[in-house]
């Protein structure tokens, strides 16, 4: 071999060696918000599923610095403080509490009935990939969602015996959704909201309100049946609560092309999971509550659709539609019709 052939083959051996000790891009934190602490399934499968399959796709160049229990934000202000990129880069961001800046997202409330664990992660994931509004509508609030993590379905904590949902009339419920005070008044029933703790408990206790219409996780982890042992469920009974992982559109920007793949397919490998992991918590939580001493029934799903059918929730639907429309919230109308589209698909 000559000299020359020598030098240019360890030229490229050194080359070689450079191209595979060098990262493919620099190391990155970022920083994340949750207004709940760190312990029940959502933020556990967020921070041990999700987190860490980005850890893992990124062959350890993102690394999540979590911050729980409302640390850095409240839910409240969680969109605006993600969107201004200053105190953290990711948050998770719940419509509800950002009606104001997310109206379109509101419509995913207003149905009574619809899909529960793997499929209802597959609505939302269709929902987001074909109608543009709901991206548009974040965008708007300087934010991408990277992640889709949904709620648990509606549940009745009654303080007294109850066989069915159509015996409510005359009765008070506490909901916090304006479309679940809708629906139970259209049921006949007197509809309050207050806030979670001692008031909520006493006002059990006296009988000044009758049940409880929330998300079964909540009232699981609130122990509602302490003062509401008698509990009415169904996997069918639609919530449409979901909780949008977002990140700071101009630090998306910032990360390389192959750290945005990367946590995309960290986003599909939890997708994957999400669904089975909320059946196998839903089962526990309702044997759980049985344990407890609750009284659970699992309604049957001719009483689902008769609940369906008296919360008149497609009149509702239209009036506030009409409402945003006066309001200047454009292509309401249109937005709902395709969310019917597909909600249709899974029924």
Wanted: net charge negative; charged share 20%; hydrophobic share 45%.
């Amino acid at each position: 071999m000559s000299f020359a052939q020598y030098r240019w083959k360890l030229s490229t051996i050194l080359f070689t060696a450079f191209l595979f000790s060098t990262p493919l891009s620099a190391a990155q934190t970022l920083i994340y918000s949750d207004y709940e602490p760190l312990g029940n399934m959502r933020t556990r499968f967020i921070n041990d599923v999700f987190f860490a399959a980005i850890e893992k796709e990124s062959h350890g160049r993102i690394n999540i610095e979590a911050h729980w229990d409302s640390e850095l934000s409240s839910g409240y202000d969680a969109l605006a403080m993600v969107g201004e990129g200053k105190k953290a880069d990711l948050a998770v961001v719940v419509p509800e509490y950002a009606s104001t800046a997310l109206p379109q997202h509101q419509l995913f409330k207003s149905f009574p009935v619809g899909p529960s664990g793997a499929q209802q992660v597959a609505f939302f994931r269709e929902v987001f990939s074909r109608i543009p509004a709901f991206s548009d509508e974040l965008s708007r609030a300087n934010v991408s969602p990277v992640f889709i993590a949904t709620g648990y379905p509606l549940a009745f904590f009654s303080s007294k015996p109850i066989n069915n949902l159509t015996v409510m009339r005359g009765q008070t419920w506490r909901s916090a959704s304006f479309w679940h005070q809708a629906f139970l008044q259209n049921t006949g029933a007197r509809a309050v909201t207050m806030p979670w703790g001692d008031a909520t408990y006493k006002a059990l206790q006296s009988g000044s309100i009758d049940g409880l219409m929330l998300n079964v996780d909540s009232g699981y982890d609130l122990n509602a049946q302490r003062y509401a042992p008698h509990v009415l469920v169904s996997k069918d009974l639609w919530l449409g609560h979901v909780y949008l992982l977002v990140i700071n559109q101009a630090r998306w920007a910032s990360l390389s092309e192959e750290d945005r793949a990367a946590i995309q397919r960290a986003a599909n490998d939890a997708y994957a999971q999400l669904g089975g992991v909320m059946d196998r918590s839903f089962d526990k939580q309702i044997a759980d509550l049985k344990h407890s001493g609750a009284s659970v029934r699992i309604l049957k799903p001719q009483e689902v659709l008769a609940w369906e059918d008296k919360t008149q929730y497609q009149q509702v639907q239209s009036a506030w539609v009409k409402e945003q429309e006066a309001k200047g919230v454009v292509d309401m109308k249109e937005t709902l019709e395709k969310l019917v589209e597909i909600k249709h698909s899974f029924d």
